[in-house]
């Protein structure tokens, strides 16, 4: 079993829809959660980073996180275009920088 | 903010000859860096970690003898492919921690090697 589950999707939505993403965990050491954007070619641009339980908010993203469940989420709300890109879930522990990755989600908003 | 830059941003080499790729933290410093290696559609694995001033730490299943990695100074970190075959064809992407927070990393462009 890998440490980090993620569906690697393929997930096609509209313009405007909401984009909800997920990675499952199984190391009850990590305690750091961040979620990457990264477009073709290039190197991931991290979106959120949160390390408690429950809800963080930026902008049009929304992380969650339940330690309970070992599930973190994020939401995209009013989706663009621009939005295409492969997401990926990133988490470590407590003073370890080193980052287990999930497989990445391949997001695509329509126009 | 902090920017961590990779050069080149892609190489074609011969099989047979090493490449040198280069990872440079360009306003801040980083004693850590670290190697990732990404297959197409698949994801980010740790290569090993690159620690300035000692011999880098490599994940298991990582030849240390063909992936050299010399951490030269607090803001450059190399990574040397030995002897590279097709196989070793990939993207080649460095991090480094953010020095206000140590959790957070901030990645490079990435490096496209093929070898033919």
């Known amino acids: 079993q890998k440490e980090v589950e993620q569906d690697p999707g393929p997930l096609s939505v509209p313009e405007g829809a909401i984009v909800s993403l997920n990675c499952t965990y199984s190391?009850?050491?990590?305690?750091?959660f961040m979620w990457y954007r990264q477009y073709s070619r290039k190197g991931p641009e991290l979106l959120m980073y949160?390390?408690?339980?429950g809800n963080k908010e930026d902008g049009r993203f929304t992380a969650q996180v339940d330690k309970s469940s070992k599930y973190i989420s994020l939401f995209i709300r009013d989706s663009q275009p621009s939005d295409s890109a492969t997401y990926l879930c990133?988490?470590?522990?407590?003073?370890?920088?080193?980052?287990?990755f999930g497989a990445g989600t391949t997001v695509t908003v329509r126009a | 903010g902090a920017v961590v830059s990779q050069h080149p941003s892609r190489v074609i080499c011969k099989s047979g000859t090493s490449v040198k790729i280069e990872c440079r933290s360009l306003?801040?410093?980083?004693?850590?860096m670290f190697w990732y290696r990404q297959f197409p559609k698949q994801s980010l694995m740790l290569m090993a970690t690159?620690?300035?001033?000692?011999?880098?730490?490599?994940e298991q299943g990582v030849e240390k003898d063909k992936f050299l990695i010399n951490h030269a100074s607090l803001t450059l970190s190399t990574l040397t492919v030995t002897s590279a075959h097709p196989e070793d064809s990939s993207f080649y992407i460095c991090?480094?921690?953010?020095?206000?927070?140590?959790?957070?990393?901030?990645f490079g462009p990435g490096t496209r090697l093929t070898v033919t």
């Open positions: 990133a988490m470590s522990s407590l003073n370890d920088y080193k980052l287990s």
């Open positions: 190391n009850s050491a990590f305690q750091y």
């Open positions: 306003d801040f410093q980083a004693t850590t």
């Open positions: 690159s620690n300035e001033g000692s011999k880098a730490t490599y």
């Open positions: 991090s480094a921690p953010n020095p206000g927070l140590a959790d957070e990393q901030y």
């Open positions: 949160t390390y408690s339980s």
